[in-house]
């Protein structure tokens, strides 16, 4: 029924406790709804702390797990990340050691290649050089030839413009005889001061052997019977020579190396007298073990066969050419005496002015000054063993003649230079050549 009806029959007072009479039975269906929701609320509660309580336990080590599942899971991602950079890591350094490897092999290629090419252009320079010398003395000759062949009026104007020539490069001449000059007498001077050294060291040890020494220009004479000799007293007196001029050497090169910047000339006395040292102690070796004589009698009585005595003989030319190599650089340097620079103009020239001819001649000179008036106290033999051991100075200067090229050119400085001719050092040193010849023609005697 609608409301309404429902008014209109009951009236309204009666209608309104029948519907205060459904409010109220509404509130009690509604009131008992909500306990019951309350109650469903308060079991499900009790349930869930039930459930709560018996799988706590669990449940935490449920978590637990998570935790260490996914702490696992990072770790096995952050280690594939590090392999995976390691990895490329490698591959990109692999590829730049093949990258580095492919260019350092292209880079020795293309090296040898240029030391080829480096190597052919010297090699036909040299042939070039060879032919133009071969070509320029044939024509020369032809030339020289045909002018004693067809001598007359007009040859004679040739020469006389040739000498004409000559003349007018007369400076570079002076300084030329200039260098080649001082030079000669610093090394001759040089060997007579180590030369005369040695023999007077050497006498003074022969007087602890008790023997009688005289003391000549070319030699030292024991004056004793043969039969005085012994192993101790020839090993030490053949000996003493050698290695007084091995120390004097080294201590002239010493001399030298503290003066070598300064533009004085005296430097080469100590340069030289390094170059007789060396020559005195390898020279002896090398001619000694060869010819069993002077200092080969001191290796034969150290009892050595054949065999060591080719090994001394080998190590001495070896030693000697070494020390030519090496020491070609400060006869160059000894140039700042004379120029302000030595380059391609003037190295060649000054390396034939100051180190070839000073020592042909001066080789040529001792060895004359060596030869004796009369030979009572002395055989040929000995002589001529003196003279080749002199000329063992030729194994040093021929590696000074072939590496003086592959020296770059030296500036020293802008000071002005004086070549002007030592003739006091060239006095002295003729008056220790005649002092040296006819004051030890005689002899100088020792007991």
């Known amino acids: 029924m609608k409301e309404t009806t429902k008014r209109k029959l009951f009236g309204n007072r009666l209608y309104t406790i029948y519907r205060r009479m459904r409010f109220l039975s509404y509130k009690k269906k509604q009131n008992k709804l909500r306990k019951k929701q309350v109650r469903k609320e308060e079991i499900r509660a009790e349930q869930q702390t039930r459930k709560k309580n018996k799988h706590s336990l669990r449940f935490r080590i449920y978590r637990i797990f ?7 899971r990072r770790r096995k ?30 880079d020795r290629l293309l090296d040898k290649q240029k030391m080829r090419l480096e190597k052919q252009e010297l090699k036909e320079e040299k042939k070039a050089r060879k032919l133009e010398r071969k070509e320029w003395t044939k024509s020369h000759l032809k030339t020289f030839l045909l002018e004693i062949k067809t001598f007359d009026r007009h040859s004679l104007k040739r020469w006389y413009h040739w000498f004409m020539k000559v003349t007018e490069n007369k ?30 060291i050497t006498a003074w040890v022969a007087t602890s052997f008790d023997y009688k020494t005289i003391l000549y220009y070319y030699k030292i004479y024991y004056n004793i019977e043969s039969d005085d000799w012994t192993a101790d007293s020839v090993k030490i007196l053949f000996s003493i020579m050698p290695l007084a001029g091995l120390i004097l050497g080294t201590i002239f090169i010493i001399i030298y190396t503290t003066f070598k910047n300064e533009p004085g000339k005296i430097k080469l006395f100590f340069l030289w007298g390094f170059v007789h040292g060396m020559v005195m102690f390898f020279g002896a070796l090398l001619m000694g073990t060869l010819l069993n004589k002077d200092f080969g009698w001191v ?5 050595y066969r054949d065999t060591g005595k080719m090994v001394f003989s080998i190590i001495s030319i070896f030693a000697l050419i070494s020390i030519g190599a090496v020491i070609s650089k400060s006869f160059l340097i000894s140039g700042n005496s004379y120029f302000n620079q030595i380059d391609r103009t003037n190295k060649k020239y000054f390396l034939y002015a100051q180190v070839i001819f000073p020592a042909i001649i001066g080789t040529i000179v ?82």
């Open 171 to 200: 400076d570079k001449r002076n300084n030329f005889f200039v260098i080649t000059f001082n030079s000669l007498t610093y090394f001759i001077l040089s060997y007579l001061v180590i030369y005369i050294i040695s023999q007077l």
């Open 66 to 72: 998570r935790l260490l599942k996914y702490v696992i």
């Open 299 to 303: 290796i034969a009585y150290l009892y």
């Open 77 to 106: 991602y952050h280690r594939l990340k590090k392999k995976n950079k390691r990895a490329a890591q490698k591959t990109e350094n692999k590829e730049l050691k093949q990258r580095l490897k492919l260019q350092s092999k292209q």
């Open 366 to 447: 001792l060895a004359f000054l060596k030869i004796p008036n009369t030979y009572y106290y002395v055989t040929t033999d000995e002589v001529f063993f003196e003279i080749i051991k002199l000329s063992t100075l030729i194994i040093l200067i021929i590696p000074l003649i072939t590496t003086y090229r592959s020296f770059h050119d030296n500036f020293f400085d802008e000071e002005p230079r004086r070549l002007n001719l030592k003739w006091k050092l060239m006095i002295v040193t003729i008056l220790m050549i005649f002092a040296f010849r006819f004051g030890f023609i005689n002899g100088i005697y020792f007991q």
